[in-house]
């Protein structure tokens, strides 16, 4: 998966639990960038009577870096805070919600977002209303317009927001990739055969809580410009984010409930997809969540010569020979996910930061949308795509494993040649996987699903 459930201590605590992170240029207003967080991960949509919203004590933060150096110049924060309207019921919500004051919601949650540059605080916005949970659709009628839509809020600043419930846009085969990466498309030539069988999509019907911010790209450039060269280091931003907790949680004896106090701790973060999910080894998830992008050349280690190019090998005799036989460390890795791209390795193509070995989005700002997107972003020649910053339809599994399985090698040792497999290997899922479309403008990841209409997965 892309970071859900991705390390021990994390996995037990979902409303700070990253699940994705997305940057892109907004295809409807070009002007800006789409910034997006999901948390909470696997929500059942028929998950009542205590249905998902964010934690009033997480401090969640998306965080960009405009100089190279691996640190946060800007970040914009988000905290959230939940009301019991009446304490004297079990129900979410005593009657339709038709509107986001309706009183018939029991738990309406707000949030504040704050804009840290360069160490400098703005509040924003506060008191912005989050849309209730998709319950279904006598509890929540005509969600997407009644609901969804009223909650995205254009601040005074210009940047819009949007903090709620949304379907899960990620789609990735989890029953095939845990089961020791036997590939749906490809059980016939695993070391276990069996017939070949269409992919399955794990997190179809599933929903996540959204964080997304729609920012102008004169906003994040180191100074205050519009990027329209490719080739400059002034159009290239990294981004990530985190979700942080309070040092120290009291419990109260005999209140059942507790109190927070103290510094806040980082606790989750997520840049690149899968990294801390499939390349950071087990015993160090946990220490790797609570450190900074800049601190990554610690875990270099991992990326130079990853755990499942290892296996490849071995899981499919004699599929990935070449493979199997480079013991070069994967310098193309590096590139691709801790220092970015130079320039001459890719044509028209560049999102290099610096030398600073970091793991973050990096967006390449001054290329436009595409117009014809693949799903197999810079791989399938698609320079808006990943790894340049991540859109939803990206087959961000299918990118990753392929230049693990060695297709990206010759961009810095021309003299390898990938197997042949390494550039078919899949797990066999496109955007079509998705049961809740896209939608064409912000906050683009589609109306979650309901629990009346999709009780189970």
Not at 143 to 158: C, D, E, R
Not at 188 to 213: E, Q, R, W, Y
Not at 427 to 437: K, Q
Request: proline residues 10%; hydrophobic residues 35%; contains cysteine.
């Amino acid at each position: 998966m892309s970071s859900h459930r991705e390390a021990p201590d994390i996995s037990k605590d979902p409303v700070a639990d990253n699940t994705d992170v997305y940057a892109f240029v907004s295809p409807d207003r070009p002007n800006t960038v789409t910034m997006i967080a999901n948390f909470v991960p696997l929500e059942g949509p028929a998950g009542g009577p205590n249905f998902y919203e964010f934690g009033d004590d997480v401090l969640y933060e998306i965080n960009i870096d405009n100089d190279g150096d691996g640190a946060a110049e800007i970040t914009y924060r988000f905290q959230f805070q939940t009301q019991t309207r009446n304490p004297n019921t079990f129900l979410y919500n005593t009657g339709p919600i038709s509107s986001l004051n309706d009183p018939n919601w029991n738990r309406p949650q707000t949030y504040s977002v704050t804009k840290v540059k360069h160490g400098f605080s703005t509040v924003l916005g506060s008191g912005l209303p989050c849309p209730p949970c998709n319950i279904g659709p006598t509890s929540t009628p005509n969600y997407a317009a009644n609901l969804a839509q009223p909650a995205v809020q254009t601040l005074k600043s210009g940047e819009v927001v949007f903090a709620g419930q949304r379907a899960e846009g990620f789609y990735v085969d989890l029953g095939s990739v845990f089961d020791l990466l036997d590939l749906r498309p490809f059980q016939s030539l695993f070391f276990n055969p069996m017939p070949n069988a269409p992919g399955v999509n794990g997190t179809d019907k599933l929903n996540v809580h959204t964080i997304a911010i729609q920012v102008p790209k004169t906003d994040l450039t180191r100074d205050g410009s519009n990027p329209k060269d490719p080739n400059s280091k002034k159009s290239v931003i990294g981004v990530w984010a985190t979700a942080s907790r309070q040092k120290a949680r009291i419990l109260e004896k005999g209140k059942g409930g507790s109190k927070e106090s103290g510094p806040w701790v980082q606790v989750s973060r997520l840049g690149n997809p899968l990294i801390n999910e499939a390349v950071i080894p087990i015993g160090k998830k946990d220490y790797w969540n609570a450190t900074l992008p800049k601190d990554d050349s610690q875990f270099a280690q991992y990326y130079t010569s990853p755990e499942v190019a290892k296996l490849l090998p071995g899981l499919y005799p004699g599929v990935f020979p070449n493979l199997a036989g480079y013991s070069k460390p994967r310098a193309d890795l590096v590139a691709i996910l801790l220092t970015g791209i130079p320039s001459g390795i890719i044509k028209g193509f560049q999102n290099y930061t610096g030398k600073v070995q970091s793991d973050m989005l990096r967006l390449n700002m001054a290329i436009p949308p595409s117009n014809n997107p693949n799903i197999y972003g810079i791989l399938g020649g698609d320079l808006a795509g990943y790894p340049n910053g991540r859109r939803f339809l990206d087959d961000v599994f299918t990118i990753e494993l392929r230049a693990i399985a060695g297709v990206t090698i010759p961009l810095v040792d021309p003299s390898y040649t990938p197997d042949p497999a390494a550039s078919q290997v899949t797990d066999g899922l496109t955007p079509s996987n998705i049961t809740s479309p896209y939608l064409n403008s912000f906050p683009y990841l589609g109306v979650p699903y309901d629990g009346f209409d999709y009780p189970g997965h």
